[in-house]
C-alpha cells in the first residue's frame, strides 16, 4: 500500500532561518511527486512535480529534492508570507496519496 | 483566483440525505479531479475525469458518484450521508492526465448533522 510520512508535523523558523521539511514515501511505481502549499481554509496551491530521484526544481526560496525515498522541500531565508502547510503527495498507478501536511509557521 | 470554481461554499444537511456539489474548471482544462479534506483522514483523492470519462478513482465510497458533463463542468453526489462525510470537498483542474499541474477551487464545506 502507497503511504506518505511528512516531518516534522510542525515548524516554527524566525525570519530569515533556512530550514527543510521532509516527506518520506513508499509507492509501487513512482509516476510523480507532489509539493502543495495549503493556507487555512483555502484549496492547495501547486508548488513541484518531481519525476524521478535525483531532480531538483526551484522557485523563488523553494527548493524541491527527491531520492527514491523522499523528498526535501528546502526554504531558504523565509519570509512571514511562507506561513502554511505544505503538502507532499505520491502519485503510484492511478491513485493520489497525501502526507498529513507540516505546518511551517514564519515570524518575523 | 486558481479559475476553479465550486459551488455551494457551505452545505449543512441531515444524515441520510443526499447533496450535489458542483465544479467548473479552468477555462481549456478537460480533466477534473475530486478531493475529501478531513482534520482526522487528511486530503484524500476520490476520482478524476477527463473530458467526461472516468479515468481513476481512488477512495471514494459506493455512496459516493461523480460525473463529468459535455461542457466540462463536474458534479460530485453524495447520499445516505454519515456524519463521518463531513468535510472539506475539493475540486481541481488540469490541463492533461494525472500527472499534469492541478489547481484547486475554494472547496466546499459539508456540515451533515
Known amino acids: 500500500e502507497d503511504q506518505v510520512t511528512q516531518s516534522p508535523e510542525a515548524l516554527r523558523l524566525q525570519e530569515g532561518e533556512s530550514s527543510s521539511l521532509n516527506c518520506s514515501y513508499t509507492?509501487?511505481?513512482?509516476?510523480?511527486l507532489f509539493w502543495y502549499r495549503q493556507d487555512p481554509g483555502k484549496g492547495p496551491e501547486f508548488l513541484f512535480t518531481?519525476?524521478?530521484a535525483g531532480e531538483e526544481k526551484e522557485k523563488e526560496r523553494l527548493k524541491a529534492t527527491l531520492t527514491k525515498k523522499e523528498s526535501f522541500l528546502h526554504i531558504t531565508a523565509p519570509k512571514p508570507e511562507d506561513s502554511a502547510t505544505y503538502l507532499c503527495?505520491?502519485?503510484?498507478?492511478?491513485?493520489?496519496?497525501f502526507g498529513p501536511g507540516t505546518r511551517l509557521s514564519v515570524l518575523p | 483566483d486558481s479559475g476553479v470554481t465550486q459551488t455551494p461554499k457551505h452545505l449543512i444537511t441531515a444524515t441520510g440525505q443526499r447533496v450535489t456539489l458542483r465544479c467548473s474548471p479552468r477555462?481549456?482544462?478537460?480533466?477534473v479531479y475530486w478531493y475529501q479534506q478531513s482534520l482526522d483522514q487528511g486530503l484524500q483523492f476520490l476520482i478524476q475525469?477527463?473530458?467526461?470519462?472516468?479515468?481513476a478513482k481512488g477512495n471514494i465510497l459506493e455512496r459516493f458518484s461523480a460525473q463529468q458533463f459535455p461542457d466540462l463542468h463536474s458534479e460530485l453526489n453524495l447520499s445516505s450521508l454519515e456524519l463521518g462525510d463531513s468535510a472539506l470537498y475539493f475540486c481541481?483542474?488540469?490541463?492533461?492526465?494525472?500527472?499534469?499541474?492541478?489547481?484547486f477551487g475554494p472547496g466546499t464545506r459539508l456540515t451533515v448533522t
Open positions: 475525469y477527463y473530458n467526461g470519462e472516468e479515468r
Open positions: 518531481l519525476y524521478s
Open positions: 477555462s481549456g482544462d478537460l480533466s
Open positions: 503527495a505520491v502519485l503510484g498507478g492511478q491513485n493520489f496519496v
Open positions: 509507492v509501487s511505481g513512482l509516476r510523480g
Open positions: 481541481a483542474s488540469s490541463v492533461g492526465g494525472l500527472v499534469g499541474e492541478q489547481y
